[in-house]
């Protein structure tokens, strides 16, 4: 298989999550795509919030894949009075004040921000305590939330250093020249 490994090894892990297919027959594709999806909380619908309506913010709105895996973006808020008010695609941008009421009335589930590196701890703390429970940070920093909160960080500087490492490292220290999705 591309990945290395085995048809029985994959059977075995699969197995891990329950019972799939039919003895003898295998699956069929496609009901096996519907349960890994599901095993991995893609099988639904999440309802998110964006925090910030910059150009960052705007660009993944604007990022139709989102809502074609079910990521449905149904509230954006930013702190600049000239952006409060606008709506984009049926979505009023609102200022964080309304954070809090706004998330739990729309029963937000997950938190993207993309906001300004000094603003970012202060807003996911907002988030947080109004019950969010999943954050994806686009700021260029490091925010601290209780262990009950996942983050998931996208530093793009990062990203790259890691393709410029991959671009002028010697071929024997390089890990693979292909994305690692990290």
Known sequence: MEAGTTAAQVRKDLSSFGSFGKRGLGYTTEELITSIRAILGLGRTWRVALLGAGRIGSALYEYGDFR??????????DADDGKIGEVWEGVEIQHPDRLADTLKRERIELAVIAVPADAAQEMVDRVVEAGIRGVLNFAPRRIRVPGHV?????????????????????????????????
């Not at 074609?68 to 808020?77: E, K, P, Q, S, W």
């Open 150 to 182: 996942a983050v998931q960080d996208v530093n793009m500087v990062m990203e790259l250093e890691a393709l410029a490492f991959q671009l002028t490292a010697p071929e024997s220290e390089q890990p693979s020249r292909r994305a690692t999705g990290t």
């Open 68 to 77: 074609a895996r079910g990521f449905d973006i149904v509230a954006i808020f």
